[in-house]
Structure formats: C-alpha cells, structure tokens
C-alpha cells in the first residue's frame, strides 16, 4: 500500500492549516458581529425604558412644590420640569440633558451694617466646561421704603441695574425687588463678583435674621455649560423638595445615566403650542409648550453595524392645558 510524499503531506497540512485559520476567522467575525449586535440590542432596550419612563413623567408636569412653573428649562437637548414621578406626594425637580450640556446654580448672601454701604459676594471656579449661558437673580432686604432708597447691582464693576426703587418696603423681613440678569460674558473667565450698594438713605435700622443691618443682598448664579468627552452620555437627574417652604438644592440633585450611546445631532426634544406648531423662540417655549417630540439616535458603536436606531415619542402635558 502506497503511503503519501513528503510534498502530498506538505501539501495537505498547508491545506489543513488555511482551511483552520479561515474557519477561526469565521468564528471570531462572527463573535464579533455578534457582540456588536447584542451590545446595539442592549442600548435600544435601555433607551426605549428611558424613553417611557421620561413621556410618563412629562405628561404629568405641575407647578413646583415652591411655586415654579411646570417647564423650567426648554432646550434642544436639555429639558427640566417639575412632576410627582415617584408619587410620594412630593414634586420632584426633574432633568432630562445630553451629557455634553450641563446645568449648575449656587447662592451667596451679603449684609450691610453702615449707613448706604455696599457688600459683595464672589462666585470663582463653578465651570466645569465651556460655558454656554449664566444669569444671576438678585434680591435685596432692607430700609427700602422711599423711592431714593434702593441698592445698585454690579458685575465685575459693570452696573446691571437698580433695586427697590419702587414696590419695596422698609424691613419686610423677607426678600423684595427681585430681578434677573444675563452675565454670560462676563462669566467666561470662571470668575463673577457681584456688589450690592445702598443709596446714602438706606439705614441701617432693620433687624431679619442680621440686627441692625441696612442692607442684605442675595445672589443665585445659575448657568449652563458645554462638557467634552461626554456628548454621547443621555442622563436623568432629579432634586428632592427640601424644607419649609420647600426649595430645591441643586447641590442634592442625583444624576444617573439612561444611555451612553445617544448619536443626536438633532434635537431631542422639540416644543409645541396648543395648535402643535413648533415653538422656535426660545422664552415662548417655556409659556406655550402643550405637546413635545422626544427624539433619540442610538447606535452602541457608529464604525461597526448595526446602523442607527431611531426612538421617536410625542407626549402631551396635560396639567398644562390649566396653567395660564
């Protein structure tokens, strides 16, 4: 019997080997694919719970446990409101955001003891990012009762305005003449300082929670901000109504993410009026919101198939049909 040459056995091992290495390949491009697939199919399930669960909880906005409107933010990708979502009786400070645009406030109070003296408070080192937007809301308190006694604002020595000079009273014991500004530029360098001064008449006669004092100021700096290496990051955070009256510390809010895998360029939420047009401009959104698109991309890895999965959802907030 004829056994095989040494070239036939040569021959038959190359043979052998190309066919392993091929079927190895197959194997593992299929593990591959296989991963990339299951991993797609993991992202769309945990987004369209997210989904859901973010359309149940808008279609029931209401009014703030201390008063705030409904919608308190309405941005293309980032959507804050108020909802009992854990009906405990409580409403929560809820916020829908893409990881790559995030919201911060923080609060500082300042006291004047003389006669027309001024008091300051500084904010330094809150970005994280690049910032997008910052205003400031200002609130004094005080011997504020005449029209020339009131206090002048300023923002790293830019005057933003006056307060009291009308509708206040003299020591109301609680915070009078509020008004809001806009200090996106001067809040590009990660640094504000806010200065409160009281008009020569502004006597230092009033006696809430400071004795003897003239003047008291306080300043909520809220802001947003762009982050990098976070913009494919869909996160949920939510702040608990704390006190009596109730407020919302945006220091306790608690943040979790829904997807790390969200594509938008597009919006992911879009604005309706009561006719379902598009609400383009930005302040009618807040009042005029009855119907919102929410609109999510996913794709667990864009290099690789499975292509792009779309999540399209529109809810309508009912408690608002009420609020005027």
């Known amino acids: 019997m004829k056994g095989f040459t040494i070239v036939e056995t040569l021959v038959a091992i190359v043979v052998f080997t190309l066919a392993s290495g091929a079927l190895m390949s197959f194997i593992v491009l299929s593990y591959r694919i296989y991963g990339y697939t299951y991993e797609q199919s993991v992202a769309i399930d945990e987004a369209r719970k997210g989904v859901e669960t973010m359309t149940r909880e808008i279609r029931q906005a209401k009014q703030g446990d201390d008063g705030s409107y409904p919608i308190e933010k309405a941005e293309d990708k980032e959507f804050i409101f108020y909802s009992d979502i854990d009906n405990d009786g409580k409403t929560e400070r ?145 702040t608990e109504p704390v006190g009596v009256p109730p407020t919302y510390p945006l220091g306790q809010e608690e943040v979790k993410n829904l997807s790390y895998y969200v594509r938008n360029a597009p919006p992911i939420f879009e604005y309706f009026d009561v006719n379902n047009n598009k609400i383009i401009i930005y302040p009618a959104r807040l009042k005029d919101t009855k119907l919102m698109k929410v609109y999510l991309i996913i794709n667990a890895n864009p290099d690789r198939p499975p292509a792009d999965f779309e999540l399209e959802s529109f809810v309508e907030l009912r408690n608002l049909k009420t609020v005027q």
Request: hydrophobic content about 35%; glycine content about 8%.
């Open 94 to 238: 809820v916020r829908y955001f893409l990881g790559e645009v995030s919201s911060g406030s923080s609060t500082k109070e300042c006291v004047v003891f003389s006669k027309g003296g001024s008091c300051s408070v500084s904010f330094s080192n809150f970005l994280q990012g690049t910032i997008k937007t910052a205003q400031v809301q200002v609130s004094v308190e005080g011997d504020l009762g005449a029209s020339n006694e009131y206090a002048e604002i300023f923002a790293d020595g830019q005057k933003l305005g006056n307060l009291c000079q009308t509708q206040c009273s003299d020591c109301a014991s609680t915070w009078q003449g509020t008004m809001t500004y806009d200090v996106t530029s001067q809040a590009t360098d990660n640094s504000l300082q806010f200065l409160a001064d009281a008009t020569n008449q502004v006597d230092p006669v009033c006696s809430w929670q400071n004795p003897n004092h003239a003047l008291k100021a306080r300043f909520i700096l809220s802001w947003t901000e762009e982050l990098t290496g976070l913009s494919h990051e869909f996160k949920k955070g939510v």
